[in-house]
């Protein structure tokens, strides 16, 4: 039974963390690439609480709660960075952002 | 230590000039530049009583070696510097010193009025300096100091008047030449150093046998090689001719006392190594018979009175070296000696003649009957040619005649040459004496130039210097007492002053034969200057092709100029082509290799978010499988 | 502090002083500039004089602290080091003295001493990592001396002076990283000192050999290597060319005395026909490169490669003498060079041209220009009695007894010297004006110019008359490295 659960924990984090990569890797909106992010995280936290209680481990808890807030602090960042390119006129599209090429 | 009795001559040899010039050059440029000389001369006459009074010193049997003070010292080894007194220093500094100092004399006759006085006189002195402190030297590294000390003075002479482009010219081409001599010189002291594990004459004289033969071999070599170059030998004589571009108080000093016989005085030096070499000796008197009689011949052919005898020397110095290598060090010495006196008569008269037209040298087609406005220069000159010539009684009579005579005992073809360098050097000079002082030709422009007497301070020396080329060949039984007196320190059996011919000597035969070549080089001159008056520029025209190889010193100048122009362009094309085209190019075309390989890889980074994502999982994927597996 | 510290802070002082006191304005920088350098010289020279108490042997001033992986503060003088922190004193002295006209700002005296500063803690520091760090500190001043003071193309010189040289000290650094991770690996001890490292002698892969010479081989520079060195010269102003010729050139046959040979006494021996054969191709390469100059500061800058050339030529030769003679010839370029540079770099403040062509006939329009121009020439084509012949001769000897084809080869060298001196001396100073010329526009020297190649001067004939004592103050520590 636990087994099985420990199993479709896996599924069910690994198609969310699918999910967000895919919107990452294959969506160029940059807030969809940050809700891309945000999934994988939450993929990552859900793992983390399953196999916590698993091995009844707190610090591994305490990790989740550290991830929370980074999550919280990096979308703050992320979502004040796209509206700073928003507001100077660069679109939302990250392939318009190239700026790094040498 | 110095014997007290002739320390204070020795401290005058070197502290009188050095004083002179830097008074001159402190005291005297500023306040009396035109009176520079008087301190030199006083300097002179101290170096005259000093190089007397040492001379007397060893006739009488004492000699010294004195090492000094350390010039460089690096753990176990040394150079130090000294004070050698000996046979050959004591003769040829005795001739040096009087020679040179009458020179000076008639020197502040010559640049009277010249802008450049007082730079003339301190360098001219400094070029004295060198060469008392050469023949003083007691070891080779402090020989060679002094040894390129003559060369950088006399490069500052030749190119005097350096607005002159020949001028410029050939002060390089002495001082290169020189360098290329010094080459030898410097590879020998270093190999000395090697064999011998010292410098010092002495030591050197005293171990010499049983080392090494191959490096002995090398060291004897590279001597003779930078004596040619000094002594302006074949196959490196080739500056000394253009050399006389310098006043002519230069030229005299160089030719008769202070820079050529220095090549000689080297390899005297150097005896004992020379003799230890098999076969050395015969190549060194092969080499300079050659070139004596190549140049008393090409002397023949040359229309400047100063070139004329600056082949003269290159002879006579060819004629030491006959002597020196048969094994006859005395005789060359003495020879040296005597040729000291007369050539620089010759070159004071000739100088006298130039300094008449207003010109620093003088071509055969400006002069001619110089005679009646000159008379005392003429007899000077007279009396310098007969003793150049060989004539019984002058000087020239007895060193030629003991040259002749090793040359006639050694046998084979070096007693003819001799013979023929014999004829031929009468020859030259007396074609010179009666194209300047007798005629003049229809070719010549003659005394139409008002020519005059110099001053008396321009014919006093010359007079008391001819009456040394008179008289300074009945001295030789002193100067052979001399040069074999003051060999301290050396053990018996070191073949340091050999020589088996008594001074003076006077073999009848052999005399008899050179006297009669003499006459015959005489009188071709006389037939043809005097009888046949128009022959000299006759020739020229009707045989343009042997003017040609005259010019040229029979091809051998065409090879070295050539020589200098491939040196010269092979700079070109080392600094220019190869380093600074090809390879510096090639290095800074490196940047531009980076930048295309920099373009190679900007195609990989288009800078979009997606793509790094896309790299970041491969990198990310192939983690992740090395860690699962 | 100590008195070794002092020397390589008090002139990182004078910069930071110059740099503040140039707010006050440029006369203030420069009096700054002057105060800093004479008192370094006096430092210098104090130290220098202890240390000849102790025959030279050297003495350990500072072991500072140890940090991670063994990085230590240590500092330590002999009469090698010592001797070139007095050069690099005395030449930054005379570099003040000799810009003191130029309408430069604050930075410039800034760049000088701060140059002086780096190039002593290298010869300080016994400390590889400390020693690195200088080595590197030295280009940021020289890049700003060339590239901000420099003539026309000094951007592109200043580019690649920095971008040679660091490639080369990138092989350098390689090295030294090979050597302290060798010592650990075979003790377990992290150590960049090199009496440390001098322990582990066997255990250093050759490499690091090659890497180490290749780095100092660019800085000397060894003939193949050299071509960042003309450009530099050309483009610095005069007083950077003197620092770069007379002590950072130094820097590269330091390290080989220092690093390179101690470290590997075998290798090295064994390197010595490919090194010793590069050094006497250098000496000989040099001159023929030299005679193509048609500008002088190129022309002196190819004399360099000639001069350092017997330098390496003695080193390698592990002889006393050529040990000597090396180390000796790196302070008689220093002199000659830096007078030859000076000289160059009046003529420059005077018409903007250095070309032999853009002259001709100054002996009669600038007499003491011409002395001493002449003077320097003959110190640097090795007249005897003036010091460059010292250095030379020693080096030859020592070549002689290692291999004597060697010797051969840098002989020839020492003959073509005067075959680009001369010429060049006689295009400028006795030869016919051409159209163009710029002869009319030199003035002679003034008494200040006059003063310190008089000083140049002295010490030129100094050391070629009478070099026993410095040959006995460089001796003692060079002792261990002779075969």
Request: net charge neutral; with cysteine.
């Amino acid at each position: 039974m636990t087994l099985d659960l420990t199993a479709a924990v896996w599924v069910v984090t690994g198609a969310l963390f699918a999910l967000g990569l895919a919107a990452c890797v294959l969506r160029r909106q940059l807030l969809a690439m940050l809700l891309g992010i945000e999934l994988m995280i939450a993929a990552a936290n859900v793992a983390l609480v399953h196999h916590a209680g698993l091995f009844s481990d707190a610090e591994a808890l305490a990790a989740v709660a550290i991830v929370i807030a980074v999550a919280a602090a990096e979308a703050v960042v992320g979502l004040s960075l796209i509206l700073r390119v928003h507001r100077m006129g660069g679109g939302l599209d990250a392939g318009e952002l190239s700026e790094l090429r040498g | 230590m110095i014997p007290p009795e002739v320390a204070l001559p020795v401290k005058l040899l070197f502290g009188a000039p050095t004083a002179a010039i830097l008074f001159g050059f402190f005291v005297m440029r500023r306040l009396k530049p035109e009176w520079t000389h008087w301190p030199i001369l006083a300097s002179c006459a101290a170096v005259c009583a000093s190089a007397a009074w040492l001379a007397a010193f060893v006739h009488a049997g004492h000699g010294f070696d004195q090492p000094l003070w350390t010039w460089a010292m690096v753990g176990d080894w040394g150079v130090a510097f000294g004070v050698r007194l000996d046979g050959p220093s004591a003769a040829v500094l005795a001739m040096v010193a009087f020679v040179g100092s009458l020179i000076h004399v008639y020197a502040a006759g010559y640049m009277k009025g010249d802008p450049g006085f007082n730079r003339f006189f301190l360098v001219f002195h400094l070029f004295f300096l060198a060469m008392i402190g050469l023949l003083l030297s007691n070891d080779y590294v402090q020989l060679y100091l002094f040894w390129e000390l003559v060369g950088v003075a006399s490069y500052l002479l030749v190119g005097f008047w350096w607005h002159k482009e020949s001028a410029r010219k050939a002060a390089l081409k002495a001082f290169l030449t020189n360098r290329v001599g010094d080459l030898g010189f410097l590879v020998s002291v270093v190999l000395i150093l090697l064999v011998f594990k010292t410098t010092r004459l002495q030591l050197v004289y005293m171990t010499v046998a049983g080392k090494q033969p191959e490096l002995l071999a090398l060291i004897a070599f590279g001597l003779f090689w930078a004596a040619c170059a000094k002594s302006a030998q074949w196959p490196l004589y080739w500056w000394l001719p253009d050399a006389m571009e310098g006043p002519t108080p230069t030229s005299a000093l160089m030719h008769a006392a202070t820079m050529v016989t220095a090549g000689v005085f080297l390899l005297v030096r150097s005896w004992p190594l020379i003799d230890a070499v098999p076969g050395m000796g015969e190549a060194i008197a092969w080499i300079g018979a050659g070139t004596a009689l190549g140049a008393a011949v090409l002397a023949g052919t040359k229309r400047d009175l100063k070139q004329v005898l600056a082949y003269s020397t290159v002879s006579h110095l060819g004629l030491m070296m006959l002597a020196l290598g048969l094994g006859q060090v005395g005789v060359a010495v003495f020879h040296l000696i005597v040729h000291g006196f007369f050539k620089a008569v010759l070159f004071l008269c000739a100088g006298n003649v130039a300094h008449a037209l207003h010109q620093s040298t003088a071509s055969i087609d400006q002069v001619g009957g110089f005679r009646r406005a000159m008379p005392l220069t003429y007899a000077c000159f007279v009396v310098a040619a007969l003793s150049l010539a060989g004539v019984f009684p002058f000087a020239g009579f007895f060193s030629k005649d003991a040259i002749l005579d090793a040359a006639w005992h050694h046998g084979g073809a070096l007693g003819w040459l001799g013979m023929a360098v014999s004829a031929g050097s009468a020859f030259y000079v007396f074609r010179l004496l009666f194209l300047t002082f007798h005629g003049a030709r229809a070719e010549q422009t003659g005394p139409a130039a008002h020519p005059h007497e110099a001053d008396a301070v321009m014919t006093v020396p010359v007079v008391f210097l001819a009456a040394g080329a008179a008289v300074v060949g009945w001295l030789g039984p002193m100067v052979v007492t001399t040069l074999s007196s003051g060999w301290t320190h050396v053990p018996q059996g070191v073949p340091v002053m050999p020589g088996d011919i008594a001074l003076p000597h006077v073999n009848y035969a052999v005399a008899a034969m050179g006297t009669a070549f003499a006459a015959l080089g005489a009188g071709a001159a006389w037939w043809l200057t005097m009888k046949d008056a128009g022959w000299d520029w006759r020739w020229r025209r009707e045989a343009p092709w042997a003017d040609r190889l005259y010019a040229s010193d029979f091809g051998w100048k065409s090879l070295c100029d050539a020589f200098v122009r491939g040196v010269v362009r092979l700079g070109g094309f080392v600094g220019v082509v190869l380093d600074k085209r090809w390879w510096d190019g090639l290095l800074e075309g490196s940047t531009a290799a980076a930048r295309v390989a920099g373009d190679a890889v900007e195609r990989a980074a288009l800078g979009r978010v997606n793509d790094y994502l896309w790299w970041m999982l491969a990198g990310t994927a192939i983690l992740l499988g090395r860690a699962l597996r | 502090m100590t008195p070794l510290t002092l020397l390589w802070v008090l002139p990182a002082a004078g910069a930071l002083a110059c740099g503040a006191g140039g707010l006050a304005g440029r006369r203030v920088a420069r009096g700054l500039a002057l105060l800093f350098a004479t008192a370094h010289l006096a430092a210098t020279a104090l130290v220098f004089s202890a240390l000849l108490k102790t025959g030279g042997v050297g003495f350990y001033a500072e072991s500072g602290p140890t940090w991670a992986y063994g990085i230590s503060y240590s500092l330590a003088a002999d009469g090698l080091s010592a001797s070139l922190i007095v050069l690099t004193a005395f030449l930054t002295f005379i570099c003040v003295v000799a810009s003191w006209e130029l309408e430069v700002g604050a930075g410039y005296w800034a760049a000088f001493l701060a140059l002086s500063s780096a190039l002593c803690g290298v010869f300080l520091a016994r400390d590889l990592f400390f020693f690195y760090a200088f080595w590197e500190a030295t280009l940021i001043p020289m890049f700003f001396i060339i590239g901000l003071w420099g003539s026309e193309n000094r951007r592109k010189a200043a580019v690649k002076f920095f971008l040679f040289t660091f490639a080369g000290s990138v092989f350098m650094l390689l090295g030294i990283l090979a050597l302290v991770t060798a010592k650990h690996a075979a003790g377990g001890v992290w150590s960049w000192d090199l009496a440390v490292l001098d322990s582990a002698k066997s255990s250093f892969p050759a490499w690091a050999f090659w890497g180490l010479v290749a780095g100092f081989a660019v800085k000397i520079p060894l003939a193949p290597l050299h071509t960042w060195l003309p450009d530099a010269h050309t483009e610095a102003p005069a007083a950077g060319s003197v620092m770069l010729a007379g002590v950072m050139l130094k820097m590269g046959v330091y390290g080989l005395l220092r690093v390179a040979i101690p470290l590997f006494p075998e290798l090295s021996w064994e390197a010595l026909p490919l090194i010793g054969g590069l050094a006497a191709f250098s000496t000989v390469y040099g001159a023929l490169c030299a005679m193509a100059q048609g500008d002088l500061k190129r022309l002196i800058a190819y004399s360099s490669v000639a001069h350092l050339g017997f330098c390496v030529l003695g080193a390698f030769s592990r002889s006393p003498q050529g040990l000597a003679g090396a180390s000796l010839q790196m302070l008689n370029h220093g002199i000659t060079t830096g007078a030859l540079f000076l000289l160059v770099g009046f003529l420059y403040e005077r018409t903007h041209k250095r070309g032999l062509a853009d002259f001709g006939g100054l002996a009669a329009r600038a007499p003491w220009l011409t002395f001493f121009f002449g003077f320097s020439t003959l110190a640097s084509i090795g007249l005897p009695g003036l010091n460059g012949f010292v250095g030379e001769f020693l080096a030859l000897f020592g070549a002689a007894t290692a291999l004597p084809a060697l010797a051969i080869g840098g002989a020839v060298g020492v003959t073509l010297a005067p075959a680009y001196a001369l010429p060049a001396f006689q295009a400028v100073f006795w030869g016919p004006e051409g159209p163009g010329s710029k002869s009319a526009e030199v003035t002679d020297l003034t008494l200040r110019e006059k003063s310190i190649l008089w000083t140049l001067c002295a010490l030129m004939l100094w050391i070629g008359l009478r070099p026993t004592p410095w040959l006995a103050a460089l001796e003692p520590s060079l002792r261990g490295l002779a075969r």
